[in-house]
Structure formats: C-alpha cells, structure tokens
C-alpha cells in the first residue's frame, strides 16, 4: 500500500485557468495539463484503481473483454477523494463554472490490452445524455466539463486513447451511423490524445469524443470527474457518509449538509467552495451572488 501523497491534505482550491489556457479551451473545446500528478501519486492511485479492478476480477464482476469501467469513482474507490478538488486541476472547473458546482458523473477505467479485434461499435458522442436532445439552443450550452486524469502511459496513440475532434463542441451534430454496430469511419479531424500518465485532460461536455480500443501492450488506466451546476441531478451513486472528505470534497459528492438553499446557490456563504475561493482571493465577479 503506498502513502498518501502530501496534495491530497492540502485544502487550496488551486489557482485559476491562465489566459492561455481559456484561449485554446475556448477554441479546440479540450486541453492537456501536463504533469498534474507526480509520479509518487501516480503510483497511490494507480494502485487504488488496481485493488478496485482485482476486486471485480475476483468476483467475476469484469467486461467480457477483461475491462472495468466503474462508475461513481469516489464512492467505488475512496482513496481516489484528494482527485474531486487536486490543487493542480480543480481551478479550472471552478474557473469556467463558478462555485455553485458538484460532480455529476465519473467514473474509474481499466482497459488491458485487447487480444483480438473488436466487433466495431461508434462511441462518439457528446457528454449528458439528454441534454443533446432536450437544451434547444445552437449550439447548445456547455452545462459541464470533465477532468482525465492517466495513470498509465498514452503517450502513444493506440493506447486505448481518448479521441476528440478539436473545436467541435459548438457543433450540436456530427453525421453517423443508423446504428451504433454499423461501420462508419472516425468523423472528420478526429485525432487521439496523447498524454503521460500524471497529465490531465480538461473537456467540454460537448466535445465529440470517444474511448478508442486498445490494441498496444499497455493496460490503460484512468479516472474520470465531471462537473456541472449543483441545480443539475447528479448520476452518481450516493453514500450516507465517505469519512475524511474536506468541507469542498463533500460538497462536491453531494454530502454538504448547509443546503437550505436547495443547491439554488441563495446562500453563497453556506456553500464551501464560495468560501475557499474567498479566503484564497479568487472569487471572480464572473460568477457572482444572486441578489439578495
Ligand atoms: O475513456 C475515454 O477515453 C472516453 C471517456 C468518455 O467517453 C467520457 O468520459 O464520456
């Protein structure tokens, strides 16, 4: 079992995206952030993910490929909590969509090498389900962004890699299949993303993209977080308690217990990131209170 790694003590919200980071994730609708995780969390975590996946293993509970894609990160792996708010990552959400935010959905994901050729399957998509049928703008609003964290190596393509077509989330449709089992070529500009293990990926729900196959030797491993405003339904499972969270952490999966507002956001002072980001000066006038 490895220690825990000093980040994940730390209770600063991180500092804000830089100018240059908004500018290319306003334009291509992802960036990588490289080195997030040292190597020394990069082993605690991975390992976290590896008694997750030998424990599925055990209980026959893997893909019939012999992957894992395990929803609800924290609540399946709790050692993965210091990942909801990393110090490194965090202030990106929080940039882009103030401190009225939770994790909605994420997941943990082990995929070892495939030994043979997969029945092909289109998995582009775009992030929140019926919010791509149901929100009526063009294009439709952001909603929710999401954090990759590699634990493993994808510094090469044909890792398992994750595939976007850069600057496609203002464009509410990409043409497809009539059926997801039906061959259909990678839409157009798709590039897959490469990244060592310790980066991170920040999306754009709306960004088309897909897990693509791993057909390398590398098993690929990662943990997926997303975030949207607390006045949207989380998917993710939720427990009575998880013991040890940080006030934000709690926030973040749903155990802040201040919430006479509804998760409205009427009484910013009752909501821990308001008052982290005051206490560390970062509150933007972008996301401001609502009028009392
Ligand atoms: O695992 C991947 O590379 C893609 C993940 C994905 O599709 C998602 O997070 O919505």
New binding site residues.
Partial sequence: MTTTPVSARTTSPGTAMTDEQREAFERDGFIVVPGVLDAEEVAHYAAAVDRVYAEHQEAGKLAADGSLHKLSAVESCHELAPLLNHPKAFGLVWSMLGWNVHVYHS?L?VHPPLPEKKPFRF?W?Q?GGRQNRELESDPRPRMSV?I?YWLSDVSETGR????VVPGSHKTNWIAGPPRRDVEWPNPDGAIEVTANAGDAVFFDRRIW????NNYSTVTRK?V?F?YTYRWVRTREALSDDIPGLTPVQRQLVGLHDGDGDHAWGHYPSDVPLYGALKDAGELNPAHPPLIP
């Fill in positions: 997941h994901d998995e998509h992030d999401k990759a398992g890699n994750f595939q993209h897909a897990r693509s990662g997926f997303g």
